[in-house]
Structures are given as C-alpha cells and as structure tokens.
C-alpha cells in the first residue's frame, strides 16, 4: 500500500516537471513544430489553401478568448481563498517577486493578448492578396515567415491554455482533497 501511494508521488512528480518543463520552453519548441510545418506546407504545396480553414481558425480562437475570459472571472473570484494558498505552494514566486496569484493572472493575460493577436493574424492573411513576387524564392520565403508566425502563435495559444487549465484543475482537486481529508478527520 505505501509502495504504491510512493509510487503514485514519482509519477505524479515526473509528469508535473514534464510539463512545467514543455511550458518553460513552449516558445521554442512552438516555433521548431512551426517552421517544420511550414516546411511541409511551402514544398508540398498542399491543394487545400490556409484561407480555406481561416474560419475554422477564428472560431477556435474566440472558444479559447471565451475560456481565457472565464478564468480570469475565476481566478479573481478565487482571490481570498483556499485556492490562493494551494497556490502558492504549487507555483512560486516569478522572477519579478509576483506571488503565484498574480503570476497565473499575468500569464492568463498574455495567453487573452496571444490570443487577439492570433486572430489578428488570421485575419490579415484571409485579407491580403495572394502575391507572387519576382524572384520566386522571395515568395517562398514570405510565405514561410508568415506561416511559421502563424503557426507558432496558433500552436502558444493552445498550450497556454491547456497550461491554465492544467494548472487550475490540480490546485482545485488539491483543495477538494485537502477539505475531504478535514471532513474525514472531523475538522471542518
């Protein structure tokens, strides 16, 4: 039974510092993905075009902008909670001296702004004509640019969601644990 309960905190242990590791490095690992895609996409010249899947894009973007906005809601109902204090012994404080409060609020921010920004970019590329310049290798790489960035802000605003997620869903279950544990020892 302890083997077990010890084994569970080894894994739950490695596959926490996995993903705080893929969050840390998230910027480089979406543009490597990105400009392999993009890659793909230039020389293999697929038949169906980006604009075609531009709308299927921006409504993923506005339930992601929609999610985003619900957290932030949460979160700062959530302020003088339990919530706060599972927290901060989960996250610690950020390289600026925020506490683990405001760094989930600053990180839900800048995945709201990636976000806008991604739609932003969505846009322009469904807007803007389809131009061939002269030589062609300037037009490959253009389009390589473009959609390596596209990629890349597409491929942020999904891990940085599923990070926000992931984080909340532990510290909430945590603090579910914790007052189950005070409701089977009597303390409430």
Known sequence: MVCVQKLKGIVLKLKNTFIDKINKYRIYISIIISAILSGLYVSLK?????????SDFISISSIILGILGVFI???ISLRNSDFVKILNKY?????????????LLNYI?????????????????DVTPSIILKPMLITVIAKFILITTWITLFLL???GTF???HIIVKIELKDYES???????GIE
Not at 179 to 185: A, G
């Open 163 to 165: 990070y926000v997620v």
């Open 91 to 103: 996250l610690k404080r950020d390289k600026n001296g925020n506490d683990a409060f405001q760094y």
């Open 73 to 75: 809601g949460l979160l």
């Open 179 to 185: 007052s189950q544990k005070k409701k089977d020892n």
């Open 46 to 54: 697929f038949s169906r075009s980006i604009r075609s899947c531009v």
């Open 109 to 125: 921010k800048k995945q709201f702004v990636i976000s806008i920004i991604f739609v932003f970019t969505t846009v322009a590329i």
């Open 157 to 159: 605003t999904l891990w």
